[in-house]
């Protein structure tokens, strides 16, 4: 005999409506229900309201989660200015010119968590921007599958004015994604930036040299450090389905580092590309 429960869920089913499953009682009450758990895992969220609906920021100074920001930041700003010295004296490489025609100021680093793969919805963007001597990190979030349209409408805010974007595998993967789920949303953004993908240009310089040119490769031999915990990149989506359905900080926290952790190495691979820094692979 059917149960109750199911019998509604089953009905539900057949009336085209959503499942009645299980939830965690935050899920029906928005972000601020979850209390204390949000405060402890991202002690710099806040919830953000746009006329798209709601969605979760975190934005935060480098300098306040790496010791090492100081360092990165002057390395990140001589990168532009080394392009642009080389460009003045005409041998800046085809593929880096325009790195030449931003400033830090005009550049964002664009790092996204999707669900899956095309058609899935897109839940967590990282960005990383350069402002009044800082490199700020900005997470915007879809605490449920509902507030994708509002995490979209805040990209392309961002979006309209920058000059360069800069992403590992953006031109393949990333933006595409971006652009066809802000087609699915009616959301339009004049994406006049020009691109620069981390991954072509790593390609070029260090094919030969390494094993691969995935960003965890990259971050061992250049960066000098391994990940150690870090939530694996396929296991991402079902973490996501996991949180919707509980809406318990702690099971997303693993997917914000992860996107964080990527963002940061992009910023040392940039320099790392233009020469102005020591890798640890050439320091070996």
Known sequence: MLSQDLRSRLSALWRGQPSAVSRHPAADHGLAAAGSEWVGCFPEAVPRQTDRGELLVCDVALRDIRWAAQRMTERYLAAFE????????GSLPPHLEPLASATPESAALIDTETAGF???????????TY???????TQYFAADYGQEAAVLSELARLLD???????????????????????????????SFRHLDLLHLSRRRWRSRLP?????TLERYLCGRCRSGDIRSDEIPQRYHEFVR?????????VFHHNRLDIITMIELLPALLGVAETAMEGA
């Open 131 to 137: 402002s009044a001597g800082d490199i700020r990190l």
């Open 246 to 254: 509980w809406q318990d900080p702690r099971l997303i926290a693993p």
């Open 82 to 89: 080394r392009a642009a010295h080389l460009a003045a004296s």
């Open 212 to 216: 691969d040119c995935k960003l965890r």
């Open 118 to 128: 095309y058609g899935r919805p897109l839940f967590l963007v990282g960005t990383a």
């Open 161 to 191: 004015g920058v000059a360069l974007l800069i992403s590992f595998n953006g031109k393949a993967f990333d933006w595409p994604f971006v652009r066809d789920r802000m087609v699915y949303h009616r959301l339009t953004c004049q994406a």
